[in-house]
């Protein structure tokens, strides 16, 4: 993602562009088709809403005319304040606007060293294994990494309809309030699921995985996507308070708030497609099928793409990058997207966007941009180029990586709709005050 939105703004800029994507000649193990900007965990960009983090981001990207989020918006479908797309048509739909720009060549070949030319990686998290030793020689650091996880897709005509209902949180959604299906646990049936996924059987992670960047944070994951079994093993009742949690919705026919609920999010646009929300998982395949179809309203779902866990590789920014992000031993070699230590979709949009017309401007001598730290793009850059490398983790937008407002309302929501308004300022300030 981070390298089509760096690509298309650099061409956009005037800058003829070589975009290399080794897909399908070389497999990442966790995508499935040859297509750009595939998206291969959630279907979700996050909230729309401009009092929160991500709104606030997705904001930024669209003031500054990203292609990853017009089409997001193009490609997007109900879910309830959430910024979903259907994730065949947006890939498909990047894939048309990168190969059919005039000064775009797509070379698909696997790149196994950081060329000497002028140019941005944004080889992604799941970075070759050699073009990872080359990056790890190149930085002088140990490459940091961990293990992330996606969750499974099921088809929508094996959820048993009798046994769910739909409904977005706080009913807050535009249309009917069907954006999601919610499957309903009583406190029984919670804590049966819970024991199931403890003692399922988990696929063992690849030697390859674990030896690739020797010695490095070995099996370490992300706290922003934890397995649900790793979430049950801190206690029985996390997942009641996690992804499982049941805030904000009532079933219709008990009038009641659920013991625990698991949530499906469409994920194509006529609705064949289901994933379940925040549900990652490494289960065994046959183990996913026995646990997840405990769930009520799944008793005979059919998976679609089972849950599985990869290699997320990201580097030590602290050291290494500016907040250009630019190499800080190298001005022509920029880094973008995940690699970098930003999580979420819109963090590799942002730094794909930023990286992209940074190289304009060095190749082109003007002043390179570092945004203001009161917009979240400035402080997602400000945040992996600054922060302490001992228990650096990948950061997602977040209200916590903003600059403290002077006199913040009390009111939680009308704080971040505070930081969403200076946000807004803040950046049409700083493109403003920007030569001709």
């Given at each position: 993602m981070?390298?089509?939105?760096?690509?298309?703004q650099?061409?956009?800029?005037?800058?003829n562009?070589?975009?290399?994507?080794?897909?399908?000649?070389?497999?990442?193990?966790?995508?499935?088709?040859?297509?750009?900007?595939?998206?291969?965990?959630?279907?979700?960009?996050g909230?729309?809403?401009?009092?929160?983090?991500?709104?606030?981001?997705?904001?930024?990207?669209?003031y500054?005319?990203?292609?990853?989020?017009?089409?997001?918006?193009?490609c997007?479908?109900?879910a309830?304040?959430?910024?979903?797309?259907d994730?065949?048509?947006f890939?498909?739909?990047?894939?048309?606007?990168?190969?059919?720009?005039p000064?775009?060549?797509?070379?698909?070949?696997?790149?196994?060293?950081?060329?000497?030319?002028p140019?941005?990686?944004?080889?992604?998290p799941?970075?070759?294994?050699?073009?990872?030793?080359?990056?790890q020689?190149?930085?002088?650091e140990?490459?940091?990494?961990?293990?992330?996880?996606?969750?499974?897709?099921?088809?929508?005509?094996?959820?048993?309809?009798?046994?769910v209902?739909?409904?977005s949180?706080?009913?807050?959604?535009?249309?009917?309030?069907?954006?999601?299906i919610?499957?309903?646990?009583?406190e029984?049936?919670y804590?049966?699921?819970?024991?199931?996924?403890?003692?399922?059987?988990?696929?063992p992670?690849?030697?390859?995985?674990?030896?690739?960047?020797?010695?490095?944070?070995?099996?370490?994951?992300f706290?922003?996507?934890?397995?649900?079994?790793v979430?049950?093993?801190?206690g029985?009742?996390?997942?009641?308070?996690?992804p499982?949690?049941?805030?904000?919705?009532?079933?219709?026919?008990?009038?009641?708030?659920?013991?625990?609920?698991?949530?499906l999010?469409?994920?194509?646009l006529?609705?064949?497609?289901?994933?379940?929300?925040?549900?990652q998982?490494?289960?065994?395949?046959?183990?996913?099928k026995?646990?997840f179809r405990?769930?009520?309203?799944?008793?005979?779902?059919?998976?679609?793409?089972?849950?599985?866990?990869?290699?997320?590789?990201?580097?030590?920014?602290?050291k290494?990058?500016?907040?250009?992000?630019?190499?800080?031993?190298?001005?022509?070699?920029?880094?973008a997207?995940?690699?970098?230590?930003?999580?979420?979709?819109?963090?590799?949009?942002?730094?794909?966007?930023?990286?992209g017309?940074?190289?304009?401007?060095?190749?082109?001598?003007?002043?390179?941009l570092?945004?203001?730290?009161?917009?979240?793009?400035g402080?997602?850059?400000?945040?992996?180029?600054?922060?302490?490398l001992?228990?650096?983790q990948?950061?997602?937008?977040?209200?916590?990586?903003?600059?403290?407002?002077?006199?913040?309302?009390?009111?939680?929501?009308?704080?971040?709709?505070?930081?969403?308004?200076?946000?807004?300022?803040?950046?049409?300030?700083?493109?403003?005050?920007?030569p001709?």
């Amino acid at each position: 993602m981070a390298g089509c939105e760096a690509a298309w703004q650099a061409a956009q800029n005037g800058l003829n562009v070589r975009l290399y994507e080794m897909r399908p000649k070389v497999e990442t193990g966790a995508h499935k088709s040859a297509k750009l900007a595939e998206l291969v965990c959630s279907n979700s960009l996050g909230s729309k809403l401009s009092d929160r983090a991500s709104g606030i981001l997705k904001n930024e990207l669209s003031y500054l005319n990203s292609l990853l989020i017009n089409v997001a918006e193009e490609c997007s479908l109900p879910a309830g304040n959430a910024l979903a797309v259907d994730r065949e048509l947006f890939s498909k739909r990047i894939t048309e606007a990168i190969t059919d720009h005039p000064r775009i060549e797509l070379v698909r070949e696997e790149v196994t060293s950081i060329p000497d030319a002028p140019v941005i990686v944004a080889s992604g998290p799941l970075t070759s294994p050699v073009l990872s030793k080359a990056i790890q020689a190149f930085t002088g650091e140990d490459s940091l990494y961990f293990f992330d996880a996606i969750s499974p897709i099921i088809a929508a005509d094996g959820i048993e309809s009798d046994s769910v209902f739909t409904a977005s949180r706080y009913q807050f959604s535009e249309g009917n309030n069907t954006d999601y299906i919610n499957c309903p646990f009583d406190e029984q049936q919670y804590y049966q699921f819970v024991q199931a996924l403890l003692t399922a059987e988990r696929l063992p992670l690849n030697k390859l995985e674990t030896d690739i960047l020797s010695g490095v944070n070995a099996g370490h994951y992300f706290e922003g996507c934890l397995p649900v079994e790793v979430i049950a093993e801190r206690g029985p009742d996390t997942l009641a308070f996690g992804p499982m949690r049941p805030v904000g919705l009532k079933d219709p026919r008990t009038g009641k708030r659920p013991f625990a609920v698991v949530q499906l999010r469409r994920d194509n646009l006529i609705g064949s497609m289901y994933n379940l929300v925040g549900f990652q998982t490494n289960l065994k395949y046959l183990e996913q099928k026995r646990v997840f179809r405990m769930i009520p309203g799944l008793e005979r779902a059919e998976f679609m793409r089972y849950g599985q866990m990869h290699r997320n590789t990201f580097i030590a920014s602290p050291k290494v990058l500016k907040p250009t992000l630019q190499a800080v031993s190298r001005d022509d070699l920029f880094f973008a997207g995940q690699i970098t230590g930003v999580e979420g979709y819109l963090g590799n949009i942002a730094t794909g966007l930023l990286a992209g017309l940074n190289i304009e401007r060095l190749l082109n001598k003007k002043p390179l941009l570092t945004f203001p730290t009161e917009t979240m793009l400035g402080s997602l850059c400000h945040y992996i180029t600054h922060a302490d490398l001992k228990d650096f983790q990948p950061m997602k937008s977040n209200l916590g990586i903003l600059p403290a407002l002077p006199n913040p309302p009390r009111d939680k929501r009308e704080r971040a709709a505070a930081y969403s308004v200076r946000s807004s300022r803040s950046l049409e300030g700083f493109l403003s005050l920007l030569p001709a």
